[in-house]
């Protein structure tokens, strides 16, 4: 096995599918409040910090309200659609083999700890002991490292001898910082700086020495 002990996953868009959610949920918060035609709005927001979010939308669009009221009308489009949540599946296998293998891990998240906690229910990636770090932890999201330093240092490793499993540019960003290595999953929609962009999720286990 080579030297990295710990593996540091992102949640949305890297081991949950759950971006068409939060896209319609954002979609739907802002016609609520009068804001419509944004196009491209979520590609933008991909990765992105629910605060970082909410003073782009306040600064460039016109939104008023303030950011609890947004939050909360934003959460409950999110949370009602729970259902609608699929796990990627090829992820969700490494990280059991992973698991198996005794490896740690935690997951890092932007997303707010109501939204973190309900999400992983929803595939089941609920267990005792298992290391969380949502936006609520940290006092800076990605792309700021914080909350990869946090998680490794929960773990007990080194950032720099763990590894980063992410979908976007943010979070690609902060596991830099951190001192990581970095892995983009292969359904990641854009290139963005990954030391490895991964063919196939297996192939993280070949570069963890477990393939």
Same mark, same amino acid.
């Given at each position: 096995?080579?030297?990295?002990?710990?593996?540091? %996953?992102?949640?949305?868009?890297?081991? =949950?599918?759950?971006?068409?959610?939060?896209?319609?949920?954002?979609?739907?918060?802002?016609?609520?409040?009068?804001?419509?035609?944004?196009?491209?709005?979520?590609? %933008?927001?991909?990765?992105?910090?629910?605060?970082? =979010?909410?003073?782009?939308?306040?600064?460039?669009?016109?939104?008023?309200?303030?950011?609890?009221?947004?939050?909360?009308?934003?959460?409950?489009?999110?949370?009602?659609?729970?259902?609608?949540?699929?796990?990627?599946?090829?992820?969700?296998?490494?990280?059991?083999?992973?698991?198996?293998?005794?490896?740690?891990?935690? =997951?890092?998240?932007?997303?707010?700890?109501?939204?973190?906690?309900?999400?992983?229910?929803? =595939?089941?990636?609920?267990?005792?002991?298992?290391?969380?770090?949502?936006?609520?932890?940290?006092?800076?999201?990605?792309?700021?490292?914080?909350?990869?330093?946090?998680?490794?240092?929960?773990?007990?490793?080194?950032?720099?001898?763990?590894?980063?499993?992410?979908?976007?540019?943010?979070?690609?960003?902060?596991?830099?910082?951190?001192?990581?290595?970095?892995?983009?999953?292969?359904?990641?929609?854009?290139?963005?700086?990954?030391?490895?962009?991964?063919?196939?999720?297996?192939?993280?286990?070949?570069?963890?020495?477990?393939?």
């Amino acid at each position: 096995m080579n030297e990295t002990v710990g593996v540091l %996953w992102d949640m949305d868009g890297t081991l =949950i599918d759950s971006e068409p959610v939060a896209a319609d949920a954002l979609h739907l918060a802002l016609a609520e409040v009068g804001i419509s035609g944004l196009s491209g709005v979520h590609d %933008w927001a991909l990765g992105r910090a629910a605060d970082e =979010i909410y003073g782009w939308l306040v600064a460039n669009h016109g939104l008023l309200e303030d950011e609890i009221s947004w939050e909360e009308r934003k959460l409950r489009h999110h949370l009602a659609a729970a259902y609608r949540l699929r796990a990627f599946t090829e992820a969700l296998e490494v990280f059991r083999v992973l698991e198996s293998a005794g490896i740690p891990q935690a =997951i890092v998240s932007n997303s707010d700890r109501m939204i973190m906690d309900c999400q992983l229910g929803s =595939i089941s990636l609920t267990r005792p002991g298992l290391v969380t770090v949502s936006r609520n932890d940290v006092r800076k999201g990605k792309p700021d490292p914080e909350g990869y330093l946090r998680a490794a240092w929960l773990l007990g490793c080194e950032p720099t001898s763990c590894c980063v499993v992410e979908d976007s540019p943010s979070g690609i960003a902060a596991g830099r910082a951190a001192g990581a290595k970095t892995f983009a999953v292969p359904h990641a929609s854009q290139e963005f700086g990954a030391h490895i962009t991964l063919r196939a999720m297996n192939d993280l286990l070949i570069h963890l020495g477990l393939g």
